[in-house]
Every structure is written in C-alpha cells, then in structure tokens.
C-alpha cells in the first residue's frame, strides 16, 4: 500500500476544502487534500452562484449577513476574475407584503449592507426584462461568483507552492490510534490502489457527507440535508441578479452567471440515506418556472437548459427544523474538546461566499494544534488570476486571434490568459462555440488543473455547458484528450460517452418543446452519424 505522510489531510474538495487547503498552504503547513471525485462537484457545483449581499439573510439571520457583506468585499478582490460585480434588485409584487420591504431596509442597515430604494422606472431601467408591475425596488451589492473557477483557483494556488490533490480519491476509513485520527485510508478510482495518507491533523470539510466521515471516526454528528433545485436559462435573460422581496421562498431569485441565468431554488428536506439520489421533481419545475415569471416574464418564452439540485449542508446543532429556518452559520467542531477524539476537526454548513472565512477559522484551529503560528493572509493575497487589476486583457498581445476568445479566456482565468492563449497558432482553434474554448485552454486545463476526464474539463473551462448542451464541442474534447496523449483514443471515447450520460442527466427533467428538439437532434447526432453506442468496450486498461 502506498503511504503519504504529510502535516494536514483535508477530506473535500468543495469551496471548503479547497479554502482551507489554500490557508494552510499559504502559512507554510504540508497539506494533502483527497475528494472522491471531482474538485467542486458536491454541493459547491450545485448551487446559483449568488454572491451573497447578505440582504437575502438580513431579516431573519443577522449574523449570516454580516459574514455575507464582509466576504463579499473581499472576494470582489482576491477572486475577481471569479466574480461579476453585478449589482442585485430586491423587488416587491403587488401580491407581496409591502412591509417587507420596510423591514429588508431597517435590517440591511443593522448588518452594515448598503441597501438603497430606488424608483421602479429605474429599476427597469437597470433591468429592462423586469416585471412591469413592480410596486417597489431596492438596490443591494449582490453580485456572482463562479464556483468551479473559484475551487480551481484555490487548488492551484496551494499546488503551485507544493501542496498534494488527490482527487477521484475516496476516503474510506480513518486510522485511529491512541483516541486520536492520525490519518485516512482511501482508494484511487482509476487504479483501485489503497493510499494512507498520515498527517497530525485531519479536517473533515465534506459538506453532507460529514456525518458519514464522523462516523468513520466513531463520533456522532447529525446533519439535515435539504434538497434545492434550480433551473438554467438558455441565455441571460438577466444582467442583475433579481430577488423577489419577501420572506425567503421557493423560485424568489434569478441569477445571470456566464452565458446563462438560473431560477432558484426551491427547498426539500430529504431523508440522509438518499443524498447521493438526488432528483429534480416535476413539481418543483413547475413552481420555479411560474414563480420565475412574475420576476421576469420572458422567462416564460425562454428555452429551459437543464435542471440540476444540491444539498444544503446543514447541521443538527438543536432540534428538528426545517431546511429553510435553521440557520446557515459556520459550524466548526473541534472532535478533540466535544467528542475527546484527537486530531479531527469538522467544518460544516455556511455558504459557497464565505467559503475563506469558514477556511480561516478551519485554520486557526488546525495551525494551534500543530503549533503553526503564522497567521491567515488569504483576505489580502489574491487568487491565481485575480492578481492584477485590470478588467479587460491587452487585446494587442494576442495577434490572429479573435476579441471576443481573448475576452472569454480573460473571464474564465483571468491574468493567466496569456499562459493559455501562447502563441501558437494550433492553440487558438475553438473547441466550444457557445463558450468560447479554445484547444489551448483544453490543453492548460489538462496540465495544470488536475483534469481527468471530459466532466472535470466541463467544470475548469464551461464545456458543454452553453446553450448546445455539448452538442459540438464534447466529442471534439474527447479528440483532444487523446491528441495531447491525456487518454488513448479507446478511452477518450468512453469518457465521451461517461460526459453525455452526465448531461442527459440533467436534461432528462426538462424534456419538452425545443429542449427535447435540440436533444433528439444530439441524438441523431452521436448515435446516428457516430455511432457512439456501438462502440465496443474493447477492455483496453485505463493508462
Ligand atoms: C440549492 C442550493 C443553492 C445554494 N446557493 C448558494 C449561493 O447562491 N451562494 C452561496 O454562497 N451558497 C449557496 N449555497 C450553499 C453552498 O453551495 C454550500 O454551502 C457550499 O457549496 C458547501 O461547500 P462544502 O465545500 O462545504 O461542501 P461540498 O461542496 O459538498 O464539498 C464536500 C466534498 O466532499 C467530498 N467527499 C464526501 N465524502 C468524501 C470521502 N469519503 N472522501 C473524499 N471526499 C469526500 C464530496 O465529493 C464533495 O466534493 C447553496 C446551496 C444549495 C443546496
């Protein structure tokens, strides 16, 4: 058995982890992350991306608020180029409760959240696709923020100064000794190899599975998984993010994010035993799209892209409450004062946007028991690709290429763009139309982001996620795999076929009108022209 010894292990690659990877990393502790499969695939890539204000949390959980308004000003600066500065409208139907509003201000003003009433000729001047018949309008910081890019930033920074990521890894016991955890057993996906990995401290940041990974370690901690979904838009019907004002409900936001905007969400306590069965219901479908149209009534006429849900990874600190009331505090545990186990901390709960103030504190705690005494510095240390300032790349660097490649590269990396727009004229070919990826980003992703498949590229690069589903682009990614010798060509067609069953996942729910058009059209495409379910698994091993 293979055995890594290190300082810190942290189980989980969602914003958390990967957070909390980067902190240590940066105070100079040896550290090794392990996720079961992807960077950002549990709930951190399952989510709307909002970039919290804080004024959804306002009225009824204050403390969360002030924690949003704070890391939002932060994250605007060392995650730039994972952020869209967006601006948010709080707006009120004339179905809604006019106090609301009156309460949303008077709150906002407690957590220090700039919240300003703004006539609603001006709101629909800021937002032309909104509802007409808005009676009120209040303007707050919201803003987006990108998940996927957000994680990768975070692990590249920390790889890039040493740090280990095993990823597709799956933690399978811990090794206890002497009352303490002083490390884990995990297993290689591909290669079915059982890795120890050693350390003196051991974070558990797996989100809902953290119950799961407590009870590896003999400790009970009890978590209430609550289902959301979200649907996407085809195209951004929306430019602000635009929230409905009024106590936190099913379909009360819409969030533009990249080429597409998202309705959310909706809430649904779920049984533990069923968080990695998770499905979209139809009637969930139907209340996001109705209540998405009294915010924006073209939602109506717009294409629905897919439909994906997450789990909120909420904690059982008292009673049994619904997903929706209890509190989205930062839970962090230290096993060694509540349970009298050594070396194990749990971080859980909290949201995506204060994913670096969860991993500070995760750290200070980690860094006292290793008697690390350097302090966090990720609030004022920009991320990869958010280090300088300027929003827009130097178009003339990059001769023979289009504007509009350079300037989606320049959003999805931010000043690594001319690492991956070199100049070489193979790397300019574009490889999705929809997003604008270039072989050259296929190319750095493979290299530098711990890609391993076409699903991990999808979420470093935005792949398959545009308005054709992956229509075009996937099976040129699968050549690509098997061009810059990342998998043979027998393998880079079975992750072809592993992506499109991943996106069929997701498109299944909403299969009607031009949706289903587009799908059959895919279909024909893969099954008809490339005879993709032919392909025999000729059993070629996995190099
Ligand atoms: C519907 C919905 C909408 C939301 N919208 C927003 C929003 O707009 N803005 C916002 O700020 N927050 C939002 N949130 C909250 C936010 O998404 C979560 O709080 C956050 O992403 C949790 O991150 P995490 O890293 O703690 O957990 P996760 O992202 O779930 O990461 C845990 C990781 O641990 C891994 N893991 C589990 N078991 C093992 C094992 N045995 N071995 C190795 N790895 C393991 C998992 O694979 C997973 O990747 C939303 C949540 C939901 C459900």
């Given at each position: 058995m293979k055995t890594i010894e290190t300082g810190a292990i942290i189980i989980g690659g969602g914003a958390t982890g990967c957070g909390t990877f980067r902190d240590l990393t940066l105070r100079g502790v040896e550290t090794v992350l392990i996720e079961q499969s992807d960077i950002s695939s549990g709930t951190t890539g399952r989510n709307h991306g909002l970039l919290h204000s804080g004024a959804r949390y306002a009225v009824n959980d204050l403390e969360s608020a002030k924690e949003c308004i704070a890391e939002n000003r932060v994250l605007k600066i060392i995650a730039r180029h994972c952020v869209e500065d967006t601006g948010g409208l709080f707006i009120t139907l004339?179905?809604?409760?006019?106090d609301y509003h009156n309460r949303l201000i008077e709150h906002c003003k407690y957590a220090g959240i700039p919240c300003e009433e703004i006539k609603t000729r001006e709101a629909l001047k800021l937002e032309p696709n909104l509802n007409p018949n808005i009676l009120a309008a209040l303007r707050v910081p919201d803003g987006t923020i990108d998940p996927f890019r957000l994680c990768s930033a975070n692990i590249l920074d920390a790889t890039e100064r040493g740090a280990k990521v095993l990823t597709h890894t799956a933690v399978e016991s811990m090794i206890i000794d002497g009352g303490a955890v002083r490390g884990v057993r995990c297993r290689d996906a591909a290669s079915g190899e059982q890795i120890e990995v050693r350390g003196e401290v051991v974070i558990n940041a797996s989100g809902v599975w953290g119950q799961r990974l407590c009870s590896m370690a003999g400790i009970e901690l009890l978590m209430f998984p609550s289902k959301g979904s979200m649907v996407i838009i085809d195209y951004r019907i929306n430019n602000v993010v635009v929230n409905r004002c009024?106590?936190?409900?099913?379909?009360d936001i819409i969030v533009p994010g990249d080429t597409v905007s998202i309705i959310g969400t909706t809430s649904r306590k779920i049984d533990y035993s069923d968080i990695e069965r998770l499905e979209v219901d139809d009637d969930e479908i139907d209340v996001l799209i109705s209540d998405g149209e009294k915010l924006i009534p073209n939602v109506s006429k717009a294409r629905i892209l897919r439909a994906y849900c997450g789990v909120r990874p909420l904690v059982a600190v008292s009673g049994n409450v619904d997903g929706r009331e209890i509190s989205r505090g930062i839970v962090l545990v230290d096993h060694e004062t509540r349970d009298g186990v050594g070396g194990f901390i749990t971080i859980a709960g909290g949201k995506l946007m204060t994913y670096r103030l969860m991993a500070e504190w995760t750290a200070d705690l980690a860094a006292k028991k290793l008697g690390v005494k350097k302090k966090c510095s990720t609030a004022s240390t920009a991320l990869p690709g958010s280090e300088t300032r300027p929003r827009k790349p130097k178009i003339r660097r990059f001769t023979g290429i289009a504007k509009s490649v350079v300037g989606s590269t320049f959003y999805r990396h931010g000043s690594r763009v001319s690492s991956i727009l070199e100049r070489k004229k193979k790397n300019y070919g574009l490889v999705c139309e929809c997003e604008m990826v270039t072989a050259g980003e296929v190319y750095y992703a493979l290299r530098k982001l711990n890609v391993k498949n076409i699903v991990d590229l999808r979420r470093r690069t935005r792949i398959g996620m545009g308005p054709c589903q992956g229509e075009l682009c996937s099976y040129r990614a699968a050549g690509l795999f098997a061009e810059f010798g990342a998998a043979t060509p027998q393998k880079a067609n079975r992750l072809l076929i592993d992506f499109l069953e991943e996106r069929w996942k997701g498109i299944k729910p909403i299969l009607w009108g031009d949706g289903l058009r587009e799908m059959e059209f895919t279909y024909w495409i893969y099954q008809g022209l490339f005879g993709l379910g032919d392909i025999a698994d000729d059993g070629e091993d996995e190099k």
């Open positions: 004339p179905e809604d409760d006019p009024r106590v936190p409900s099913d379909g």
